[in-house]
């Protein structure tokens, strides 16, 4: 393992001449060593620490490992940074007898592009014992054979290299032989028999010896085979081969039956020990399959598949054996002569689809890596593409080229590239591989709208309900969101007014609406401006000139009952912070003069603070809400309603709404008017108490005769509340609807009556119900409460009432304040007021209220297990966190 960095730290200057040469791809070369047969995860190196990357680079450059065809031995972990085994990697498998044995991979990082080369060598572990191709070996050896007789014996295959191969064969104890052994040009181990005592058949017609090969492994393995020599009788010549090496060459992807040479032995016996039978030997396994010799004529041929790729040289040894079992062994060494038999293969590193149409010529666009397995100039390959096309191939590493774009691109024009690469060879004849590459071109935004025309004009009659006037288009060349056009009104006054309050555009469409009535008299023409601008980022647009010339024209436009516009005041309407969607706020009611058709309204929302969270039904003019009110909500939110007609012209009418999100009325009216309530509070609480409980029985009493005076001055209400201006919200029941005729005014209206705790400074009055009961503010934000005279036992009974409506509406803290305020104020009503028993009846209110605050009801399977969560208590009885801990809740 020998990273980059370390290099350069020993020399700068070669540090130096590998950055230019790699710089535009290479930003690093490591090499690891490992043992073979390591096993799934185990670590090969850190792989982030050896090239200097930190973790995040690798993860925003989405590296990964390109291995091309073959099988990918390694991962990647890219947030640890290190690199793993993924596939068992057996060494003999992967190189066979090629020492040493690595493979290499490529990583790939993108924004910026680099490659990063790795390569990993596998040391040999020793995993392989010895092993003889025959479990026995036989041999016929003549008693005759001279003292010093050679007899060649079967090789043992280690695929174990270095000190794991075989070393060394071991002969068992005899008195006959001798063990002799040989090394191979290519470093392989063959041993020889030799006779070292005459041999005698009378006596020992047969012998049996055991070879044993080892290896110098750790620990040590080995393998045997039999040896079983049958003792012949006499024949004193050996066969002879004319030569002790031949050479020859075959051609790669040679039929089959092809000759290759012919061998040639003597014998100076005669019959049949002079009969010469000729043979492999000591051949691998890989190249058993691939030559064969004819065992009389002595004639080597192919007899399978010949691929220069695999195997560029064969050597091998053929024996001459007489019918004495006298032999010779000549060596025969084959060159194999390559063919261009095999194309280019084109491997894609990396490409980028699509590309921004503004992209600067020279950006990357791709890597690709191509290979030739061929060797000499049937493996030199050159990479070429269309000319015609706006991008070049370039070679910045032997057999990996880049990809880059070579002009300026234009969406507009072409929208989309087939490049098609091809890879050729020098080889003859020359062979090619063609990959297309189907690149889009993603659109910028660098056209702006155009309108077909420099001006536009229209006609609309005065009086005029909000319908379109025209259309008007534009033109985006651009693609998408790019050309995506969106219309607007440019700010401009007109008589006064602001030109959006006059006339307004579709964005989507370009559709310009009429938004109010035109006056004839008022207003003749009206020159106002359209920009177009299309959705691109930045946005580029485009502005015209719009006349639209008024027609004289009569009217009549509807008239809205309610909400009521009063002069100095402002409508309000309260929804609650926890309002769901489609909650109903209030609802607007209109009638027009007209009758029929001229008289049907439909409702327009016009204007809001937060167009996204109120809709007005076009037919019944309900204003709901049409999503979650949230906590991020303004308290105060204005709407503006427009009620049109549906007469020829269309007539119309706007009101506005004032909404106030919250929930409870003293938060209303702090955001509404500025008020203070002095907070006082009495230790003699208990005091208080039981003096109210000494008074309940004369107030059964004081009840009946409250109801009795009510039926009598019942006629009084009416104009008691019209005189006030005390605060009242309208409340609709959720499921309201208007059942009782088909009018455009409802039927039944239900009101609900809260008051502040400085409301005892005036009575509480009651009528029928009234459209025209709103929360009244003045303009100035401050409520107005007239004050009125006590009157008599109606009064007080009135003002008992709205105490205890007050009461229910308020939360535990306000109670507790409200309670202190309440010993106070009935000594001071026992002498302004309707007497000591109204505070003391409010007080025994507070304190039957405030024995129970709350209720809850959960629900829980059986044999839950300690601890589980049954409920949030706090969140469903409506209290927060600190208040359970200052109650000492239990």
């Known amino acids: 393992m020998f990273p980059l960095w370390r290099l350069c730290r020993a020399s700068a200057r070669i540090c130096l001449l590998l950055l230019l040469y790699f710089f535009n791809v290479i930003a690093g070369q490591i090499r690891y060593s490992i043992p073979e047969e390591m096993k799934k995860d185990s670590v090969i190196g850190n792989l982030a620490q050896d090239l200097g990357l930190d973790l995040k680079r690798l993860r925003s450059g989405r590296a990964r ?28 498998q992967l190189c066979g007898d090629v020492t040493p044995c690595s493979f290499s991979f490529e990583i790939i990082l993108e924004n910026p592009m680099e490659l990063h080369h790795i390569t990993i060598e596998v040391l040999d572990v020793n995993d392989h014992s010895p092993v003889f191709k025959k479990t026995d070996i036989q041999l016929e050896i ?25 070393q060394n064969y071991v002969l068992t104890s005899n008195n006959n032989f001798a063990l ?21 058949r009378e006596e020992f017609p047969r012998l049996s010896l055991k070879l044993i090969a080892v290896d110098g492994g750790t620990p040590q393995r080995s393998g045997t085979v039999n040896i079983d020599i049958t003792v012949l009788d006499a024949n004193d010549n050996a066969p002879v081969f004319n ?6 060459t075959v051609m790669e992807n040679a039929p089959k039956g092809t000759n290759i040479i012919t061998v040639n032995a003597t014998d100076a016996d ?38 220069f790729e695999k195997d560029k040289k064969y050597e091998l040894r053929i024996d001459a054996k007489d019918r004495g079992g006298l032999t010779d062994s000549s060596k025969v060494i084959i060159d194999v002569i390559d063919v261009n038999d095999n194309a280019p293969t084109i491997n894609v590193m990396s490409f980028t689809s699509p590309v921004s149409e503004d992209s600067p010529p020279g950006t990357t666009i791709g890597i690709i890596n191509v290979k030739d397995l061929d060797s000499g100039d049937n493996g030199q390959v050159t990479c070429t593409i269309d000319k015609h096309a706006p991008f070049k191939i370039k070679s910045n590493l032997r057999n990996y080229y880049t990809l880059v774009t070579d002009a300026v691109l234009d969406r507009e024009i072409v929208s989309d590239y087939n490049i098609s690469v091809v890879a050729t060879d020098a080889g003859s004849p020359h062979l090619s591989s063609k990959r297309t590459f189907h690149l889009k071109v993603s659109d910028v935004n660098d056209n702006a709208p155009v309108f077909p025309l420099a001006a536009y004009s229209a006609f609309i009659s005065e009086n005029n309900s909000p319908v379109s006037i025209f259309t008007i288009s534009a033109q985006d060349s651009d693609w998408n969101q790019n050309a995506k056009i969106s219309y607007f009104l440019e700010d401009t006054q007109i008589s006064g007014n602001q030109i959006n309050a006059l006339v307004s555009i579709n964005s989507e469409t370009g559709v310009l609406h009429a938004v109010r009535s035109f006056d004839y008299e008022q207003i003749k023409l009206l020159e106002l401006v359209v920009k177009a601008q299309d959705g691109g980022s930045p946005p580029l647009s485009s502005n015209v000139s719009v006349k639209i010339l008024i027609q004289d024209q009569n009217d009549n436009a509807p008239q809205v009952l309610y909400p009521v516009q009063t002069g100095g005041s402002l409508v309000a309407e309260m929804v609650p912070r926890s309002a769901e969607v489609g909650y109903l706020v209030t609802k607007v009611v209109a009638v027009d003069v007209d009758s029929g058709q001229n008289a049907w309204l439909s409702y327009k929302l016009q204007k809001a603070t937060d167009r996204a969270l109120f809709e007005v039904g076009l037919q019944n003019g309900e204003i709901r809400t049409i999503r979650q009110v949230t906590d991020k909500d303004a308290v105060k939110q204005r709407l503006t309603v427009v009620v049109e007609d549906n007469g020829q012209p269309s007539r119309s009418a706007t009101v506005n709404v004032n909404v106030a999100v919250a929930d409870s009325f003293p938060e209303v009216l702090s955001e509404f008017t500025d008020f203070t ?4 509070y009495n230790d003699n609480l208990t005091f208080y108490l039981v003096l109210a409980l000494a008074v309940v029985s004369f107030l059964f009493i004081t009840c009946l005769v409250v109801i009795i005076s009510v039926k ?27 059942t009782l005729g088909t009018g455009t005014l409802p039927h039944v209206y239900n009101y609900e009556v809260c008051r502040t705790t400085d409301s005892r400074k005036s009575d509480c009055k009651y009528m029928q119900p009234m459209s025209q009961s709103l929360l009244s503010v003045d303009g100035a934000g401050a409520d107005t409460l007239q004050k009125e005279k006590p009157s008599g036992v109606v009064s007080g009974m009135s003002t008992l009432v709205s105490d205890v409506l007050l009461i229910l509406s308020l939360s535990a803290p306000e109670r507790d304040n409200f309670r202190i305020f309440g010993f ?22 507070l304190t039957i209220l405030d024995s129970v605050t709350g209720q809850a009801r959960y629900s829980i399977p059986e044999e839950q297990a300690e601890g589980s969560f049954v409920g949030n208590i706090a969140t469903d009885l409506g209290l927060d966190v600190a208040r359970l801990i200052s109650g000492k809740a239990r």
Not at 722 to 736: E, F
Request: hydrophobic content about 35%; overall charge negative.
């Open 65 to 92: 490992i390109v291995t091309g065809e073959n099988m990918q031995y390694a991962g990647l972990k890219t947030d640890k940074g290190i690199l793993v085994v993924k596939e068992r990697i057996d060494r003999e």
């Open 142 to 166: 003549s008693e005759s054979a001279n003292i010093g007789a050679k007899f060649m014996l079967d090789n043992a295959e280690d695929p174990d290299v270095g000190v794991n191969g075989l």
């Open 180 to 200: 002799k052994q040989h090394l191979n040009p290519d470093g392989s181990k063959y041993a020889e028999l030799v006779l070292q005592k005459p041999l005698d």
């Open 243 to 248: 030569q002790s090496v031949y050479r020859a």
């Open 270 to 307: 005669s019959e049949l020990y002079g009969h010469i039978i000729y043979s492999l030997s000591n051949i691998k396994s890989n190249v058993a399959d691939l030559l064969s010799i004819d065992e009389n004529s002595g004639i080597l041929s192919v007899s399978g598949p010949i691929d």
């Open 677 to 680: 309530q002095d907070k006082e």
């Open 712 to 738: 009598i001055h019942r006629w009084r209400q009416s104009r008691i509340l019209y005189q006030s201006n005390l605060p009242v919200i309208p409340y609709y029941p959720p499921r309201y609807s208007d």
């Open 824 to 845: 106070i104020m009935m000594g001071f009503m026992w002498t302004t007021g309707p007497g000591p028993w109204h505070g003391l009846f409010v007080i025994l209110c």
